[in-house]
């Protein structure tokens, strides 16, 4: 049984910096892709990073490139999210998920979004102003 589980969202102001965990059980290919995505009250499902290949391609929505680093702890099969320089317009709860290699295009193609077979519970990120 594949489980998701996130963490590390919270509350922090404009400008500051949060890391997401996303441990992985009962799923250990290494070549998949894991990756992010925020859905904001009121708005669609949008990517925002991923990483496939053993941890070596990675992908970025284009709004957080420069502020937002994906990586991956193979052997812990865990996935973070570095964020840093935070926005109001990040405020959003965030999910990981897990699908094969070609499904990282998902972050930037929402045509991929399907592909996903695993999907964890989401943790919540609010930036105040």
């Known amino acids: 049984q594949v489980q998701l589980v996130a963490s590390g969202g919270g509350s922090v102001q404009a400008g500051g910096s949060l890391r997401l965990s996303c441990i992985a059980s009962?799923?250990?290919?290494?070549?998949?892709?894991m990756a992010w995505f925020r859905q904001a009250p009121g708005k669609e499902r949008e990517g925002v990073a991923g990483?496939?290949?053993?941890?070596?391609?990675?992908y970025y929505a284009d709004f957080v490139k420069g502020r937002f680093t994906i990586s991956q702890d193979i052997a812990k099969n865990t996935l973070y999210l570095q964020m840093n320089s935070l926005k109001p317009e990040d405020t959003a709860m965030y999910y990981c998920?897990?699908?094969?290699?070609?499904?990282?295009?998902?972050?930037?193609?929402?045509?991929?979004?399907?592909?996903?077979?695993?999907w964890g519970q989401g943790t919540q990120v609010t930036v105040s102003s």
């Open positions: 998920a897990a699908g094969p290699s070609w499904s990282c295009r998902a972050v930037n193609d929402t045509a991929y979004y399907s592909d996903f077979n695993y």
């Open positions: 009962g799923y250990t290919d290494s070549r998949s892709c």
């Open positions: 990483i496939s290949n053993g941890a070596v391609t990675t």
